[in-house]
Every structure is written in C-alpha cells, then in structure tokens.
C-alpha cells in the first residue's frame, strides 16, 4: 500500500471487533513507526502507554464521561500519548523558545501511529476528550496525557466512508517569482 492509498483507506473507526486480537507483529511494526517519526531536535517528547485487557477498559471509561466515545471500549488496544519535556540541542535554548513543539511532534506521531495501522489493515480513531487525571492514575504518569488512539480491527463490513474535504485550491497557495 503506497502512502495515498493508505490516505484515502484511513479513517475513524467507531465500531471495533472485540473478538479479534490485534497481532504483536502488528503492534511491533505500529511502534517502531512511531520510534521513526520525526520529531523537532529528535527529542520525541512524548510516551506511548499500551493499554489492554482490564487497564484499557478502565481507559475506556475515562473517555465516555461527557457521553461521547461509547465505541472506545470495543478496540482491544488503547495508545495512551501523554507529553514530556522538549529536548532542544544545545545552542538553539533561545532561538527554539517561542515555540512549544510538543503539540506539532505528538500530532506528527500520531499520523505515523494512524497510518502504520491503516497499512496493517487495523483501525484507529484519536480521541481527544478524557478524563486527564484518571488516565494518569490508571496508567501511573506523572504528565498529562494528550491523546488516545484506539486501535483494532473494524467489524466485518463497517464501510469506507468517502472524505468530505475542502478543494486542493483552497488549501493550497503556488507562490512563484
């Protein structure tokens, strides 16, 4: 699968198999993608908590408490993504300062998470609204989580929905001389 094709297959999976394990070479290959993205000054600010079993259950709940989210406890495995301090070579401290770049590698990993998957014909969804404090405690992280990504292997027949997205020309400015 080339990288448009996994582009287009990528979507937001709500509606998981509980029934059907994802495989550890799955996994494997899902995290040596995230060890491979890239990341401002390679300094990965971020950490990846595997949740299964009972601790992605619990996790599960942790997501569902404003009403939304109720498909999160189907997918086997939840990637729990909280934050760690940015690394900045040295010498570039206060040319790099202005900026955070936290958000911009955890939103970087996460595509890598995100499209790995696809490739591994598994499904994902990134969820953003959670109870911060009770994932840290069920997880045992002293930093804030900042995304979960559900991952399994869709039910039989959900359907590729097709993308609704802005026009090329609007997103995009050729700049020439």
């Given amino acids: 699968m080339n990288f448009i094709e996994i582009a287009k297959e990528r979507q937001s999976c709500r509606s998981y198999d509980p029934t059907r394990e994802v495989e550890g070479e799955k996994l494997e290959a899902i995290l040596e993608a995230a060890r ?12 990846i908590t595997v949740c299964k079993g009972k601790t992605a259950a619990e996790v599960a709940k942790a997501t569902e408490g404003r009403g939304i989210n109720r498909f999160v406890g189907q997918a086997p495995i939840l990637l729990v993504i909280s934050e760690r301090p940015c690394t900045v070579l040295p010498g570039l401290e206060d040319k790099l300062a202005e900026n955070d770049w936290r958000s911009i590698d ?17 499904g994902t969804c990134i969820i953003g609204c ?7 405690e069920l997880c045992g992280l002293a930093a804030p989580v900042r995304l ?17 997205r802005k026009a090329l020309a609007e997103l995009v400015t050729v700049m020439a001389e």
Wanted: aromatic share 8%.
């Fill in 106 to 122: 955890i939103g970087i990993l996460s595509a890598y998470i995100t499209a790995e998957a696809t490739a591994q014909e598994l």
């Fill in 148 to 164: 979960i990504i559900t991952l399994g292997y869709a039910k039989e027949g959900a359907p590729l929905r097709s993308k609704k």
């Fill in 36 to 47: 491979l993205a890239p990341s401002a000054c390679n300094g990965q600010p971020y950490h």
């Fill in 130 to 136: 959670f109870e911060n404090d009770r994932i840290q």
